[in-house]
């Protein structure tokens, strides 16, 4: 079956710009993240939805990020006035839902953000 | 906080050596424990995972097992092929109360296997 697909697989934007990455999760899986890979800082957790619950926002680095997931599938993670520390490859992974174990989470390939 | 500590890399052998990658990590919990491994323009995979102490995860050839008393997950194989070269990714997970089992990973080792 299709896995967690993203889009765009690259995107190159100037500083000051607002930039919106899309991530389209396994069907059936209600449980999305966000990471970010970069070369200081490493794999690092941004964002969690789970079904309709309120997301988990503690792993947002600034106001700048912010992220919603609609219908409970789709979702949009837009970076505001990019900066050139944003510059990076933002992963999402989608689960089926905990229940008391983690699940697998499927990674995507990534959207590569270089903010120039 | 959580946090993953794995060897710097890179690490090069040649095909067929014994490959140990060392994980250690800190956490407030009784956290899961995985290898991720990322091959050559490919997303991230789960190569394998424990779930408590003691546990044998395994897949590939791929060994680790999960110590409680020196928190520590090390990567192992007994013998490497050229197919093996790739970043691997150390990660913990740990719910600490919610439904949020976001990962926490290490740096990365860079594998090379030579011929």
């Known amino acids: 079956g299709a896995g967690v697909s993203q889009s765009p697989s690259n995107k190159v934007t100037e500083k000051g710009k607002d930039v919106e990455l899309r991530c389209d999760p396994i069907s059936g899986h209600t449980a999305l993240y966000w990471y970010r890979q970069s070369l200081g800082q490493g794999l690092e957790f941004l964002i969690y939805f789970q079904g309709n619950s309120a997301p988990d926002k503690s792993g947002l680095p600034s106001d700048r990020f912010s992220a919603e997931r609609t219908g409970g599938s789709v979702s949009t993670l837009t970076i505001q006035r990019t900066q050139q520390e944003d510059s990076a490859v933002y992963l999402c992974?989608?689960?089926?839902?905990?229940?008391?174990?983690?699940?697998?989470?499927?990674f995507g390939p990534g959207t590569r953000l270089t903010v120039t | 906080g959580n946090s993953v500590t794995q060897m710097e890399g890179p690490v090069t052998l040649s095909e067929e050596a014994f490959l140990t990658i060392n994980c250690t990590y800190t956490?407030?919990?009784?956290?899961?424990l995985f290898w991720y491994v990322q091959y050559p323009g490919e997303g991230l995979q789960l190569l394998l995972k424990?779930?408590?102490?003691?546990d044998k995860g395994s897949n590939k050839g791929f060994e680790a097992t999960y110590r409680k008393e020196t928190t520590s997950f090390h990567l192992e194989k007994g013998s490497v092929q050229v197919s093996d070269s790739a970043v691997y990714f150390c990660?913990?997970?740990?719910?600490?109360?919610?439904?949020?089992?976001?990962?926490?990973f290490g740096k990365g080792t860079l594998l090379t296997v030579n011929p």
């Open positions: 956490a407030t919990g009784y956290p899961s």
């Open positions: 992974a989608s689960s089926l839902a905990a229940g008391g174990v983690p699940y697998e989470q499927y």
């Open positions: 990660a913990l997970s740990f719910n600490s109360g919610g439904s949020n089992y976001k990962l926490t």
């Open positions: 424990a779930t408590k102490a003691d």
